[in-house]
Protein backbone atom coordinates (compact mmCIF):
# COMPACT_ATOMS: atom_id res chain seq x y z
CA UNK A 1 0.00 0.00 0.00
CA UNK A 2 0.76 3.58 -0.41
CA UNK A 3 3.36 4.74 2.61
CA UNK A 4 5.16 8.06 3.56
CA UNK A 5 8.92 7.75 3.46
CA UNK A 6 10.63 8.84 7.10
CA UNK A 7 13.96 9.62 7.90
CA UNK A 8 15.74 8.80 10.02
CA UNK A 9 14.17 5.52 10.90
CA UNK A 10 16.18 5.23 13.98
CA UNK A 11 17.66 8.19 16.55
CA UNK A 12 19.42 8.34 19.71
CA UNK A 13 20.30 11.58 20.88
CA UNK A 14 21.93 13.01 24.59
CA UNK A 15 19.86 14.32 26.58
CA UNK A 16 20.02 18.33 25.77
CA UNK A 17 20.60 17.59 22.12
CA UNK A 18 18.52 18.87 19.67
CA UNK A 19 16.32 16.08 17.07
CA UNK A 20 15.07 16.74 13.13
CA UNK A 21 12.95 14.15 11.64
CA UNK A 22 11.78 14.52 7.67
CA UNK A 23 9.39 13.57 6.15
CA UNK A 24 9.55 13.17 1.91
CA UNK A 25 5.91 12.69 -0.72
CA UNK A 26 6.89 12.24 -4.32
CA UNK A 27 2.84 13.78 -4.58
CA UNK A 28 1.66 17.31 -3.17
CA UNK A 29 0.23 17.13 -0.38
CA UNK A 30 -3.39 18.89 1.06
CA UNK A 31 -2.12 18.97 4.61
CA UNK A 32 0.31 16.92 7.07
CA UNK A 33 -0.62 16.24 10.27
CA UNK A 34 2.09 15.01 13.10
CA UNK A 35 1.81 12.51 15.51
CA UNK A 36 3.57 11.10 18.71
CA UNK A 37 3.63 7.77 20.24
CA UNK A 38 5.39 6.70 23.51
CA UNK A 39 6.46 2.85 23.88
CA UNK A 40 2.71 0.89 24.37
CA UNK A 41 0.97 3.43 23.57
CA UNK A 42 -1.30 4.62 21.16
CA UNK A 43 -0.43 7.62 17.89
CA UNK A 44 -1.31 10.95 20.00
CA UNK A 45 -2.05 14.11 17.75
CA UNK A 46 0.59 16.64 17.73
CA UNK A 47 -0.40 19.30 15.14
CA UNK A 48 -1.71 20.18 11.76
CA UNK A 49 0.06 21.89 8.63
CA UNK A 50 -1.46 23.43 5.89
CA UNK A 51 -0.24 26.16 3.74
CA UNK A 52 3.00 26.15 2.29
CA UNK A 53 5.83 26.75 3.92
CA UNK A 54 4.15 27.39 6.97
CA UNK A 55 6.20 26.66 10.40
CA UNK A 56 4.37 26.18 13.49
CA UNK A 57 5.92 25.66 17.14
CA UNK A 58 4.60 24.15 20.37
CA UNK A 59 7.28 25.08 23.35
CA UNK A 60 10.70 23.04 21.98
CA UNK A 61 8.95 21.36 18.97
CA UNK A 62 8.79 23.34 15.45
CA UNK A 63 6.72 21.98 12.47
CA UNK A 64 7.16 23.35 8.61
CA UNK A 65 5.92 22.27 5.95
CA UNK A 66 8.02 22.41 2.14
CA UNK A 67 6.86 25.16 -0.08
CA UNK A 68 5.77 22.61 -2.59
CA UNK A 69 3.95 21.05 0.01
CA UNK A 70 5.81 17.69 -0.64
CA UNK A 71 7.95 17.52 2.32
CA UNK A 72 7.90 18.36 6.19
CA UNK A 73 10.19 18.14 9.34
CA UNK A 74 9.86 18.26 12.83
CA UNK A 75 12.77 20.05 14.93
CA UNK A 76 13.21 19.44 18.58
CA UNK A 77 15.40 21.43 20.58
CA UNK A 78 17.25 20.33 23.51
CA UNK A 79 15.37 17.11 24.05
CA UNK A 80 14.36 15.80 27.10
CA UNK A 81 13.66 12.11 28.19
CA UNK A 82 10.09 12.53 28.14
CA UNK A 83 10.66 13.37 24.49
CA UNK A 84 11.20 9.63 23.62
CA UNK A 85 8.93 7.61 21.55
CA UNK A 86 8.04 7.50 17.99
CA UNK A 87 7.18 10.55 15.57
CA UNK A 88 4.88 9.46 12.49
CA UNK A 89 3.59 11.98 9.87
CA UNK A 90 0.50 11.50 8.44
CA UNK A 91 -0.77 12.79 4.91
CA UNK A 92 -3.90 13.58 3.78
CA UNK A 93 -4.05 14.28 -0.21
CA UNK A 94 -6.35 16.54 -2.20
CA UNK A 95 -9.80 15.32 -2.77
CA UNK A 96 -9.75 12.70 -0.15
CA UNK A 97 -10.23 12.39 3.85
CA UNK A 98 -7.26 9.29 3.52
CA UNK A 99 -4.78 9.92 6.39
CA UNK A 100 -1.51 7.82 5.00
CA UNK A 101 1.33 7.37 8.01
CA UNK A 102 4.73 7.76 7.35
CA UNK A 103 6.85 5.12 8.61
CA UNK A 104 8.52 7.09 11.54
CA UNK A 105 11.28 7.96 13.62
CA UNK A 106 11.83 5.91 16.69
CA UNK A 107 13.60 8.63 19.37
CA UNK A 108 15.56 7.41 22.11
CA UNK A 109 17.10 10.09 24.50
CA UNK A 110 19.65 9.16 27.06
CA UNK A 111 19.77 11.18 30.49
CA UNK B 1 -11.46 14.66 27.81
CA UNK B 2 -13.45 12.46 25.52
CA UNK B 3 -11.56 9.31 23.76
CA UNK B 4 -12.22 6.51 21.52
CA UNK B 5 -13.15 3.28 23.25
CA UNK B 6 -11.96 0.10 21.48
CA UNK B 7 -12.59 -3.65 22.80
CA UNK B 8 -11.22 -5.96 23.90
CA UNK B 9 -7.94 -4.38 24.54
CA UNK B 10 -5.84 -7.72 24.14
CA UNK B 11 -7.57 -10.88 22.73
CA UNK B 12 -5.70 -14.35 22.22
CA UNK B 13 -7.58 -17.05 19.64
CA UNK B 14 -6.55 -19.53 17.35
CA UNK B 15 -5.96 -19.75 13.74
CA UNK B 16 -8.99 -20.57 11.92
CA UNK B 17 -11.17 -18.79 14.33
CA UNK B 18 -13.36 -15.46 13.92
CA UNK B 19 -12.08 -12.07 15.69
CA UNK B 20 -13.99 -8.71 16.27
CA UNK B 21 -12.75 -6.27 17.50
CA UNK B 22 -14.84 -3.04 18.14
CA UNK B 23 -14.55 0.49 18.69
CA UNK B 24 -16.80 3.51 19.50
CA UNK B 25 -15.88 6.98 18.16
CA UNK B 26 -15.79 9.92 19.59
CA UNK B 27 -19.64 12.01 19.57
CA UNK B 28 -19.61 13.80 17.04
CA UNK B 29 -17.06 12.72 14.85
CA UNK B 30 -18.16 11.58 11.46
CA UNK B 31 -15.18 10.28 10.24
CA UNK B 32 -13.54 6.69 11.21
CA UNK B 33 -9.92 4.78 10.66
CA UNK B 34 -9.13 1.04 11.40
CA UNK B 35 -5.05 0.74 11.26
CA UNK B 36 -3.28 -2.34 11.96
CA UNK B 37 1.07 -1.39 13.65
CA UNK B 38 3.11 -3.95 13.27
CA UNK B 39 6.92 -3.40 13.33
CA UNK B 40 7.45 -4.97 9.53
CA UNK B 41 4.91 -2.22 7.92
CA UNK B 42 4.23 0.16 10.40
CA UNK B 43 0.76 1.81 10.82
CA UNK B 44 -1.16 0.80 7.72
CA UNK B 45 -4.39 2.06 6.87
CA UNK B 46 -7.11 -0.95 6.20
CA UNK B 47 -10.60 0.70 5.64
CA UNK B 48 -12.19 4.34 6.62
CA UNK B 49 -15.47 6.16 7.07
CA UNK B 50 -17.36 8.99 6.47
CA UNK B 51 -20.61 9.10 7.93
CA UNK B 52 -21.11 5.59 8.17
CA UNK B 53 -20.15 5.35 4.59
CA UNK B 54 -17.24 2.79 3.95
CA UNK B 55 -15.18 5.12 1.34
CA UNK B 56 -11.83 2.77 1.30
CA UNK B 57 -10.84 -0.67 2.02
CA UNK B 58 -8.64 -1.36 -0.14
CA UNK B 59 -6.12 -1.87 2.63
CA UNK B 60 -7.48 -4.64 3.90
CA UNK B 61 -7.32 -8.09 2.97
CA UNK B 62 -11.46 -8.85 1.15
CA UNK B 63 -11.33 -12.29 1.62
CA UNK B 64 -10.89 -12.50 5.49
CA UNK B 65 -11.72 -8.70 6.45
CA UNK B 66 -14.40 -6.61 6.84
CA UNK B 67 -15.64 -3.49 8.47
CA UNK B 68 -18.60 -1.92 9.12
CA UNK B 69 -20.37 1.12 11.35
CA UNK B 70 -23.51 -0.21 12.39
CA UNK B 71 -25.00 2.94 14.13
CA UNK B 72 -23.02 6.18 14.54
CA UNK B 73 -21.61 4.52 17.73
CA UNK B 74 -20.12 1.52 16.98
CA UNK B 75 -17.27 0.49 14.25
CA UNK B 76 -16.49 -3.38 13.98
CA UNK B 77 -13.61 -5.07 12.37
CA UNK B 78 -14.03 -8.63 11.60
CA UNK B 79 -11.87 -11.24 10.78
CA UNK B 80 -12.58 -14.72 9.49
CA UNK B 81 -10.77 -16.93 9.34
CA UNK B 82 -8.06 -15.53 11.61
CA UNK B 83 -4.33 -16.71 10.67
CA UNK B 84 -1.38 -16.32 12.42
CA UNK B 85 0.26 -13.23 10.05
CA UNK B 86 -3.09 -11.03 11.62
CA UNK B 87 -1.41 -11.09 14.53
CA UNK B 88 -1.09 -7.13 15.35
CA UNK B 89 -2.24 -3.81 16.98
CA UNK B 90 -5.11 -2.30 15.33
CA UNK B 91 -6.13 0.90 16.53
CA UNK B 92 -9.65 3.11 15.30
CA UNK B 93 -9.27 6.93 14.98
CA UNK B 94 -11.97 9.19 15.04
CA UNK B 95 -12.43 13.05 14.01
CA UNK B 96 -14.18 15.38 12.57
CA UNK B 97 -13.26 17.03 9.41
CA UNK B 98 -9.27 17.05 8.60
CA UNK B 99 -8.57 18.41 12.34
CA UNK B 100 -6.25 15.57 13.57
CA UNK B 101 -7.75 12.61 14.73
CA UNK B 102 -7.57 10.58 18.32
CA UNK B 103 -6.62 7.07 18.37
CA UNK B 104 -8.33 4.59 21.12
CA UNK B 105 -5.68 2.72 23.53
CA UNK B 106 -6.33 -0.23 20.41
CA UNK B 107 -6.30 -4.13 20.60
CA UNK B 108 -3.25 -5.99 20.65
CA UNK B 109 -4.46 -9.73 18.41
CA UNK B 110 -2.55 -12.53 18.86
CA UNK B 111 -2.87 -15.79 16.59
CA UNK B 112 -1.65 -18.69 17.78
Known amino acids: GQQVMQIPQYQHVQEGEDFTTYCNSS?????IQWYKQRPGGHPVFLIQLVKSGEVKKQKRLTFQFGEAKKNSSLHITATQTTDVGTYFC???????????FGTGTRLQVFP | DARVTQTPRHKVTEMGQEVTMRCQPILGHNTVFWYRQTMMQGLELLAYFRNRAPLDDSGMPKDRFSAEMPDATLATLKIQPSEPRDSAVYFC??????????FGSGTRLTVV
Open chain 1, 90 to 100: AETFYNTDKLI
Open chain 2, 93 to 102: ASGAGRQGYT
Open chain 1, 27 to 31: TTLSN
